[in-house]
């Protein structure tokens, strides 16, 4: 077998259902899917039906993809996200609005949120609106100059013991969990839900909502605290 190469494998877990799919090149087309329907008391996650889920097909979809699943990508759809929205406000004296001071915000956000996020992980965080001199905008303008701005920002977080309960499973069959995503915010992005859940986990993955801050994950190299802020700033 080879490592993986062009290959992404999702894990989805749902209130009563567990579902592993595996694309190669980003392609929609899967070429191993796999689901269970499992039942779900109290909204309280079985971790021992996931672990035998991942036992009855890792290795077949490892044997049909010829690859070594060492990443995962999680679309966790339960109830055990902790949402936070929260307002910054800094004095920008007539200056351009740039990354180092939309950094300072967002870093200012987090702290703000200190003792509320203090066992959780940080999942998601969007910018929900920016006031520029008391005018409202949804996506920041260009070449911006002013005297304050603020943000109204959400933050999707998860509790830790929890992340770390699932990548104990993981690891038992050496796979990295390279990022979860939030089934409710997935469909805030695609109302219709009439895409391949691959589709819109990739999207996500990319970056979809330009207002949403992208951190780095484990795999990749280290570009900084955020990944990225939006596209114009790329």
């Known amino acids: 077998m080879n490592n993986e190469l062009n290959f992404e494998t999702f894990l989805y877990i749902g209130s009563n259902k567990l579902r592993i799919f595996s694309n190669k090149n980003f392609n929609e087309k899967n070429i191993f899917d796999e689901e269970i329907l499992i039942e ?11 672990d035998q889920f991942l036992k009855m097909n890792v290795f077949k979809l490892e044997k049909i993809s010829n690859n070594f699943l060492e990443n995962i990508f999680l679309i966790l759809d339960l109830d055990v996200f902790f949402p936070i929205q929260i307002s910054v406000k800094k004095n920008n004296n007539g200056e351009e609005i740039g990354t180092t001071n939309l950094n300072y915000l967002l870093n200012f956000s987090i702290d703000q949120c200190h003792q509320t996020l203090k066992d959780k992980k940080i999942i ?13 905008f949804s996506d920041l303008p260009k070449n911006t100059k002013c005297n304050y701005f603020s943000l109204d920002v959400s933050i999707i977080s998860l509790p830790i013991h929890y992340i770390i309960d699932l990548e104990k499973i993981l690891k038992k069959y050496h796979i990295s969990l390279v990022k979860i995503i939030s089934a409710d915010y997935m469909k805030t992005l695609f109302p219709n839900n009439d ?14 909502n330009k207002n949403e801050v992208l951190f780095k994950s484990k795999i990749q190299e280290n570009k900084g605290f955020f990944e990225r802020f939006f596209n114009f700033f790329k």
Request: proline fraction near 0%.
């Open 40 to 50: 779900n008391q109290q909204n309280v996650f079985n971790f021992e039906k996931l």
């Open 124 to 136: 998601h965080m969007i910018i929900d609106k920016y006031i520029i001199d008391g005018k409202f």
């Open 195 to 208: 895409k391949e859940l691959a589709f819109m986990s990739r999207k996500v993955i990319e970056g979809y």
